[in-house]
C-alpha cells in the first residue's frame, strides 16, 4: 500500500511540473507580449518606454503563474489515471483508489494489490511524459528580448526638445508664481491706510495664488493673460470716473478765478493731484472760535472770501455735468455706482452745491461786518462741509495710488509674459514694479503733465495768450533777415510731438472704454508701444 501511495505521489509530482512548464510558457508570452506593446505604444509617439510598464507586466504575469498554479494542482486520481494510461496497467490504480476509499477488504482486495505492487515496483514515474511548449517559450523570450531593447532606446529628438520646454516653462512658471506673489506683498507693503481701504490685500493674495506652475506654454500664458485680467478689473473698480469728470469741469472753472488760491486747486485737480488739493483745501477753509483776535477775524474774512469763491467755481462747474438718466431701481450698476449706494455715499456735485450755499451765507455774513454766534456756527458747519470734501478727495488720491500700483503690476506682467514664452532670459517684476511703467530714456531729465501742458503748448493759443499788433508806420530800429531751411522731407519737431501726443490719446480713450474687450485692449496698448520704439522720435 505504502509502495502503490509513493508511486502515485510521484506520479503527481511530474504532473504538476509539466502544467507547471506549460503555465510558465504561457505566462511569459502574455508578459512579454505586454511589454512589447508597451514598448511600440510609447515608441509610435518617440518616447523612450518607461521601466516601470515592464515591472508591471512581469509583476502580474508572476502572479498569475502562482495563482494559476495553486489551481490546477494534480491529485491523486489524475495520477492514477495517468499512470494506468501510460503503462498499461488496465485502470488497476484508479480501481485501487475507489477500492481503499470505500474501505474494502477481503483476500480479492489484498490479491489485487499485490499484483499492483508488483507491477509497479519495476516502473520508474518519469516514464509519464511531459508535454514542454517549446515554441511558446521561444516566442516568449524572443518578444522579451524585443521588448527590452526598446526600453534601452532614447527619447527622439523631437521629443528631447519638447521635454525641453516643458522642463523650462515648469521652471519659469514656478518663477513667474513666485515672483508675482513677492510683488504682490510688497505692492501691499506700500499701501497706505486709505489705500487699503479701496484695495483689499486679501483679495490681492488670493489673486497671485491663482497662478500654478504647469509645463503647458500655452495654459501659463492662459494664466498670466487672466492675472492680467483680473488685475484690469481691479484697477477698473478704483475709477471714479464721475467724480473726476466733476472735478475736471470744477478744474476749468476755478482756473478762471482771479485768487491765485482758487488757480492754484485748479491745478491741481486738473493735475489729479488730490493729496495737495485737499492741503490747499484746508488752507481755505474757514476757522472761527468764541473769542477771536482783530487779526484771526481778518483771517477769518479772507478765508470765508476765498471759500465763496471756490464754492462758486466748483459748483458751477459740476452744474455743467450730464450724468445723463437716473438709474432705475432693476438697473445694474457700475462700480463707483455700487460702492456709493453700499457707502450712503453723497454724490459730489450735491456736496458741492451743498458748501456753495454754506459759504454763500458765511460770506454775506461776514460782509456785514458783524461776528456773532451765527457766524461762528456758520463757519464750524462750513469748515465741516470742507473737511468732507477733503476725505473725498483723499479717497480719490487714495484710489489714484492704488490704481497706479496695480498699473505697474500690470505692465510687468508683459515683461512675465515674455519670460514665460522664453524671449527673455531673466525676471525682473520687482524691478519693474520700482519705476513707472511708461519709464525710459537715456538718462534722468524733467517731466510734464501732459493735461497741463495742452495749455501751455505753444501750437495752441487756449485763449490764454496776449495778442501784439505792431505799427508798420511807426518809426524805430528793426532787423529784417532771410533764413534757409535744410533741404530734405519730414515735419517740425514740435508739431511731431503733438501729433504723436494726439495718437496717444486716441489709443488711451480706445483702452479706457468699457465696452472693448480686454484682450484688445492690450492688443491695441501693446501695437501702439512697438510702434513708437521702432518708429523714430522726433527731435524738437
Known amino acids: 500500500m505504502t509502495s502503490l501511495a509513493s508511486f502515485l505521489d510521484a506520479v503527481r509530482h511530474r504532473l504538476d511540473r509539466g502544467v507547471a512548464s506549460r503555465i510558465g510558457a504561457r505566462c511569459l508570452l502574455a508578459a512579454a507580449s505586454a511589454c512589447l506593446v508597451w514598448a511600440v505604444a510609447w515608441r509610435i509617439f518617440g518616447y523612450a518606454a518607461p521601466r516601470i510598464g515592464y515591472a508591471i507586466a512581469g509583476g502580474i504575469g508572476l502572479l498569475a503563474f502562482v495563482i494559476a498554479l495553486m489551481a490546477s494542482r494534480r491529485n491523486s486520481t489524475d495520477a492514477a489515471v495517468a499512470a494506468d494510461e501510460t503503462f498499461g496497467l488496465k485502470d488497476g490504480l484508479l480501481s485501487w483508489l475507489g ?3 470505500k474501505g474494502s477488504e477481503g483476500e480479492v482486495y489484498q490479491l489485487h494489490e499485490k499484483m499492483l505492487v508488483a507491477r509497479v515496483s519495476s516502473l520508474d514515474p518519469a516514464g509519464v511524459p511531459l508535454v514542454h511548449p517549446k515554441r511558446s517559450y521561444g516566442t516568449g523570450v524572443l518578444l522579451a528580448v524585443i521588448a527590452g531593447g526598446l526600453a534601452f532606446l532614447p527619447h527622439s529628438q523631437a521629443v528631447r526638445d519638447k521635454l525641453a520646454r516643458e522642463q523650462m516653462t515648469a521652471e519659469r512658471s514656478a518663477e ?9 506683498e510688497e505692492l501691499i507693503k506700500e499701501l497706505g491706510e486709505e489705500e487699503r481701504k479701496v484695495l483689499d490685500p486679501a483679495k490681492l493674495r488670493e489673486l497671485a495664488k491663482q497662478l500654478a506652475e504647469t509645463k503647458d506654454q500655452r495654459e501659463a500664458e492662459k494664466q498670466i493673460a487672466k492675472f ?3 488685475l484690469a478689473k481691479a484697477m477698473q473698480g478704483l475709477e471714479a470716473r464721475q467724480d473726476e469728470a466733476v472735478l475736471k469741469l470744477s478744474a476749468e472753472e476755478l482756473a478762471k478765478s482771479s485768487l491765485a488760491d482758487a488757480r492754484q486747486l485748479g491745478k491741481q485737480l486738473d493735475a489729479k493731484d488730490f493729496e495737495k488739493a485737499k ?12 473769542k477771536m483776535t482783530p487779526e484771526e477775524l481778518e483771517q477769518l474774512k479772507k478765508n ?10 466748483m459748483a458751477d462747474g459740476a452744474r455743467q455735468r450730464n450724468f445723463g438718466k437716473a438709474p432705475k431701481p432693476g438697473d445694474k450698476m457700475d462700480g463707483e455706482q455700487a460702492q456709493m449706494a453700499e457707502g450712503n455715499q453723497q454724490p459730489l456735485q450735491e456736496m458741492l452745491e451743498d458748501i456753495d450755499a454754506e459759504a454763500r451765507q458765511l460770506g454775506a455774513k461776514m460782509e456785514q461786518g458783524e461776528f456773532d454766534p451765527d457766524a461762528e456756527a456758520m463757519a464750524m458747519k462750513l469748515g465741516g462741509k470742507m473737511d468732507k470734501l477733503g476725505d473725498r478727495l483723499g479717497q480719490l488720491g487714495a484710489r489714484q495710488k492704488a490704481k497706479d500700483k496695480l498699473g505697474k503690476l500690470r505692465a510687468g506682467m508683459g515683461e ?7 524671449q527673455s532670459q531673466t525676471l525682473g517684476l520687482g524691478q519693474s514694479m520700482a519705476q513707472s511703467p511708461d519709464a525710459g530714456g537715456k538718462g534722468a531729465g524733467k517731466g510734464s503733465v501732459e493735461s497741463r501742458r495742452n495749455e501751455r503748448d505753444e501750437l495752441k493759443d487756449n485763449n490764454n495768450l496776449a495778442q501784439l499788433k505792431g505799427n508798420p508806420n511807426a518809426e524805430g530800429p528793426s532787423s529784417n533777415s532771410v533764413e534757409s531751411a535744410e ?3 519730414g515735419i517740425a519737431g514740435r508739431a511731431g510731438v503733438d501729433k504723436q501726443r494726439e495718437f496717444r490719446r486716441q489709443m488711451e480713450s480706445l483702452v479706457r472704454r468699457d465696452d472693448i474687450p480686454e484682450e484688445l485692449k492690450l492688443g491695441v496698448r501693446e501695437y501702439f508701444e512697438r510702434v513708437h520704439e521702432t518708429g523714430e522720435a522726433p527731435t524738437e
Open 176 to 184: 513667474v508664481k513666485k515672483q508675482v506673489e513677492e510683488a504682490v
Open 99 to 101: 477500492f481503499r476509499a
Open 279 to 290: 492741503q490747499e483745501l484746508g488752507e481755505m477753509k474757514p476757522e472761527a472760535k468764541n
Open 304 to 313: 470765508a472770501a476765498k471759500a465763496k469763491e471756490m464754492a462758486k467755481r
Open 487 to 489: 533741404s530734405g522731407t
Open 416 to 422: 512675465a509674459r515674455q519670460f514665460a514664452q522664453g
Open 228 to 230: 492680467e485680467q483680473e
